[in-house]
């Protein structure tokens, strides 16, 4: 069965600090792998990633996918309040149209 | 941000009555998806559509039943709603869930008493 799973489901840290979030996963014929962060409404596209070893960047968040050991990190460099949310992680297989999702990773930044 | 509206985006409602939950696009793309979202289940897909009147099951269909007579309208129905029924429900949509990425609504809070 296709799965996703990521750690830790929740993380506390202050503010300045580097956080690495993980995400691992077991999908039939993998196409890509998703990163979303959701604060209190929709979950906001991150990043997309198909090729194992290229690092996908955009200002402190940085995202890169291990295709041979299954798995994607998300790292957030000097963290600040507002980056306070639930991260998914999220992976598309070929075999049909669908979106399996993790559960997420609840992360909380202190002032 | 994608053109994306759910509506109602808050329902209260009674053990055994039907709802209709909506979806309506403004980007034209060909996807759309119904989730549910609990603590502790993260997202989970309920339906998805990918085409006028092409829909199919995720993995939480039971209870529920969708439609799409229009490219731009997604409606989730639940037909006897349960108390287990209440969440949060999310509408996406994607161009080609293959090459882009999913765009989500804002969520519909339903609760069933």
């Known amino acids: 069965e296709d799965k996703v799973v990521q750690s830790p489901l929740s993380l506390v840290v202050h503010e300045g600090d580097t956080v690495t979030l993980n995400c691992s996963y077991e999908?039939?014929?993998?196409?890509?792998l998703l990163w979303y962060k959701q604060e209190k409404k929709a979950p906001t596209f991150l990043f997309m990633l198909?090729?194992?070893?290229i690092e996908k960047k955009s200002g402190r968040l940085s995202s890169i996918l291990d295709k041979k050991e299954l798995f994607s990190i998300l790292n957030i460099t000097a963290t600040q309040t507002g980056d306070s949310a639930i991260y998914l992680c999220a992976v598309v297989g070929l075999r049909d149209d669908k979106i399996i999702f993790g559960k997420g990773t609840r992360l909380h930044i202190l002032p | 941000d994608a053109g994306i509206t759910q509506s109602p985006r808050h329902k209260v409602t009674e053990t055994g009555t039907p709802v209709t939950l909506r979806c309506h696009q403004t980007e034209n793309h060909r996807y759309m998806y119904w989730y549910r979202q609990d603590p502790g289940h993260g997202l989970r897909l309920i339906h998805y559509?990918?085409?006028?009147?092409?829909?199919d099951k995720g993995e939480v269909s039971d209870g529920y039943s969708v439609s799409r007579s229009k490219t731009e309208d997604f409606l989730l129905t639940l037909e006897s709603a349960t108390s287990s029924q209440t969440s949060v429900y999310f509408c996406?949509?994607?161009?080609?869930?293959?090459?882009?990425?999913?765009?989500f609504g804002d969520g519909t809070r339903l609760s069933i008493l």
């Open positions: 198909t090729s194992s070893g």
């Open positions: 996406a949509i994607s161009e080609s869930v293959r090459n882009q990425p999913q765009h």
């Open positions: 559509s990918y085409g006028v009147k092409d829909t």
């Open positions: 999908v039939t014929n993998f196409r890509s």
